[in-house]
Structures are given as structure tokens and as C-alpha cells.
């Protein structure tokens, strides 16, 4: 999954309030949800994948918001509405605790341990929900926060992504986090160029399947413009 800038978005008149990032609130949830379900899929839209619209945002989005909202933040199209987010948390194991202990429980009825072997990408997904440990890899240690990063295309190629990454590492950096890691999927080119940029690098983990993983300092060049 990929990707604030004050660079008003082109696609808009000149008179509209350029798009910039700020804290998470709660009514942006259901835009939240949104952005995940509309980028998740190699960085595209994944509803023709997935039936349900709330699974894959109970992944990826929706825990973090719920479990450090004071590591979320949006980028707001200038008209209040989230059109982009960066989440994540400052400590992997804790998280991962956190999500079986307080964020599982309440979704076991709806999305039930799959009985056997995926059959779906649905099933698939649901196995994922049922297993958070999964992100505790040993050659990650180094890296103790993770994050996930994503943007609407029509705000895309502008800037934004660099800004809400930006702001999610000063954040990280501020509490003593040294290190970040993301994790990715390997044939999603655009996403990994972009990362590139950001000064991510390869991080080696035994079996990584699909996955990339990448990790950097969480530390931002003073002269990085700011939101």
C-alpha cells in the first residue's frame, strides 16, 4: 500500500483551500476506511476482490487509529475531508498485543478463524486478522515502529506523500523512536520508487513471500519542508 504538502491540488480551482496534513479525528473514520478499501489492492481500488468493505480497513487502518491516534494523521483536501493517511505505531510488539488483547475480540463473531486453508482472498485476509504476530520478525528488532501509508490518486504525484511521511517520522522521532519499518508488496514498482525517494532501504527477513520489507532513521533533514 503506498502512499502534505500545501501544494493545492490542480485538479481544483485556484480559489479552493490547498490540502494539507493534520491530526486524525474520529469523523474522519468512515473516510478512513474509504482510502484503505480504494488503494489496496497493489495500490488500487480492491472492491472487486473483496465483498466485504470493512475487512481490509480492520487490517491496516482502523486498529491504529483506534489503538495511537496520536500517530495518525490525514491529509484534508482543505475542505475537512481525508483524501489520504499515514498510521502506524511506535512499538510492533506492543501493538501486536494490543490487537489480540482489546482490537480482535469484538470482530471474532463477524470475521471467524478460518477452519482450514484460504480458499478466497477473503479467507485469506481473515487468517491475517486472526494472526498479528505475524508482524514480529526477527530482523526487524531494529525497527521497532511500522507504519502504513496511503493516498487517493487524485492527490497523488504532488507532494502530499513526502509531507504525511514527514510528519509521521518527526512524530516517531519526537518519543525516542529511532527506526521504522514498512512492509510492502513487492510488484507494487510505484510504491517502492517512492519509498526509494524517502531514503527507505531493503530490510533482509527470512521468508518474506510477496513482501518487501524497508526500513530508515526516523531522523528528517532540517531543511525537509514542513506541513
Known amino acids: 500500500m503506498l ?31 474509504d482510502i484503505c478499501v480504494r488503494t ?7 472492491r472487486h476482490l473483496y465483498p466485504d468493505p470493512d475487512l481490509l480497513p480492520s487490517l491496516f487502518a482502523a486498529p491504529y487509529a483506534a489503538l495511537e ?4 494523521f490525514v491529509l484534508d483536501d482543505g475542505r475537512g475531508r481525508a483524501v489520504g493517511y499515514v498510521l502506524g505505531t511506535a512499538d510492533t510488539p506492543a501493538f501486536v498485543r494490543a490487537f489480540r488483547d482489546v482490537w480482535l475480540p469484538p470482530l471474532a463473531g463477524r470475521y471467524p478463524k478460518p477452519a482450514g486453508p484460504a480458499r478466497t482472498p477473503t479467507d485469506e ?7 498479528p504476530e505475524r508482524m514480529v520478525l526477527p ?10 501509508i496511503d493516498l487517493l490518486p487524485s492527490h497523488q504525484g504532488q507532494g502530499h506523500g513526502r509531507a504525511l511521511m514527514h510528519t509521521f517520522l518527526r ?3 519526537r518519543r525516542g523512536v529511532g527506526a521504522v519499518h514498512l512492509s510492502m508488496v513487492t510488484a507494487n514498482t510505484g510504491a517502492r520508487a517512492f519509498y526509494d525517494r524517502l531514503g ?5 527477513v527470512p521468508d518474506p513471500g510477496p513482501l518487501t520489507y524497508l526500513g530508515r532513521s526516523t531522523e528528517v533533514p532540517a531543511e525537509a519542508a514542513r506541513p
Open 40 to 46: 489496496a489492492h497493489v495500490g488500487g481500488d480492491s
Open 125 to 131: 485476509m481473515i487468517g491475517l486478522l486472526h494472526w
Open 200 to 204: 527507505f532501504h531493503v530490510i533482509a
Open 69 to 72: 491516534p496520536e500517530l495518525t
Open 139 to 148: 530482523g526487524l528488532s531494529g525497527y521497532p515502529a511500522h507504519l502504513h
Open 171 to 173: 512524530a516517531l522521532h
Open 3 to 33: 502512499c502534505m504538502s500545501s501544494l493545492p491540488d490542480p485538479s481544483r480551482s485556484s480559489s479552493s483551500p490547498p490540502a494539507s496534513v493534520r491530526p486524525y479525528r474520529p469523523d474522519d473514520s468512515s473516510a478512513l476506511y
